[in-house]
């Protein structure tokens, strides 16, 4: 199998690339367990008026911020509030319980999920107002890449009134840009968590948030796979699996761009992928050398602290010739042979 050759030149534990597929199932345990954990469609009997007048009262205490366990900062109450308040509205949440990570684009929180919602906690990722958002040139990772609707829908190029507020950077172009990078990131993570990949499942959207599933616990949220030292075995392991996402990524097209053990997550013995609006079109975008190149480098470079011997050269040089100068019904092929895989692994 094409899988041979890459494992078998550049890991180090000298197991072929077909015989970890056969025995290395991604989707461990403690994932399948928060996978199974689906939103289960509940009866709920008639209330009366006092308990709806109770729940709307409640509700409108949490958006106000007064009711909420997290205590936002004064410049930050008002555009959190306000990007969260379709999903207490809708019932996905309850209630904002921490900051787990502040960023200059996005912050993300962690959640008490809805009774009915099927979960525990979520994690509301939360994108910053535009003058307190440090947006990276993302120029380089829009090339190749169609404008997405807040429907995840692509927008005909004869649209000439949202072509045009795009080309002048109006405010309303700005604001279809915005939501363009966001759906990517929502579209993406459908499409991965839909494959078996190791990334949280999204479970709603807003036109500033998106709600997925929340890695850790009620205490901390998993910490950053960079901040975690590895046995080597679980080093090896886990940096298979890394590899297997990457290709997952590969068959449709798709390149993290922004790929790191800072974009990683580590939790009980678990990798999760996160962190992706840059998702990069591996065949339309003249970057996409470049950008693959430097997720594995960089990947690599964590592993190789953990006691990994790795060739990043080497495992670029085969993914690409692979998955991007290959026959796209070649292509097609791997992709269902995967598919397989996983179904297998999941019965």
Request: aromatic fraction near 8%.
């Amino acid at each position: 199998m094409a899988n041979n050759h890459l494992n078998d030149k550049y890991l180090d534990d000298n197991d072929s690339y077909a015989d970890y597929e056969a025995r290395f199932n991604p989707l461990n345990t403690d994932r399948q367990a928060r996978r199974s954990r689906k939103p289960k469609v509940k009866h709920n009997p008639k209330k009366s008026q006092s308990a709806i007048m109770a729940e709307l009262a409640d509700t409108d205490a949490l958006e106000a911020g007064s009711g909420t366990t997290y205590q936002p900062s004064r410049y930050e109450e008002g555009w959190l509030l306000s990007s969260l308040t379709d999903f207490i509205r809708q019932e996905y949440i309850t209630d904002i319980l921490a900051l787990v990570k502040g960023g200059k684009e996005a912050s993300v929180y962690r959640c008490l999920a809805h009774p009915t919602s099927g979960y525990d906690l979520l994690a509301a990722k939360v994108y910053r107002p535009r003058k307190f958002r440090q947006l990276r040139n993302d120029k380089m990772y829009r090339e190749g890449r169609a404008i997405l609707d807040e429907g995840g829908h692509i927008v005909r190029e004869n649209n000439q009134r949202t072509m045009r507020a795009l080309e002048k950077k109006s405010a309303f172009g700005q604001q279809v840009d915005h939501q363009s990078w966001l759906m990517y990131e929502y579209s993406t993570l459908q499409k991965l968590y839909s494959m078996g990949a190791a990334v949280p499942e999204p479970v709603a959207v807003s036109d500033n948030a998106i709600l997925m599933t929340y890695v850790g616990d009620e205490d901390m949220a998993a910490p950053l796979l960079n901040d975690v030292d590895l046995e080597l075995e679980d080093a090896q392991a886990l940096f298979k699996e890394v590899l297997h996402n990457i290709e997952l990524m590969l068959t449709n097209g798709m390149i993290h761009g922004d790929l790191s053990a800072y974009n990683i997550l580590y939790w009980d013995g678990a990798i999760t992928l996160i962190d992706f609006p840059q998702v990069t079109d591996s065949r339309a975008n003249s970057n996409a050398y470049f950008i693959l190149q430097r997720d594995i480098e960089r990947v690599c470079q964590y592993f190789q602290r953990q006691g990994v011997m790795t060739q990043p050269r080497g495992i670029l040089r085969d993914l690409w010739k692979r998955y991007v100068e290959r026959d796209p019904n070649e292509r097609a092929a791997d992709l269902s042979r995967l598919e397989l895989q996983r179904e297998r692994e999941e019965a």
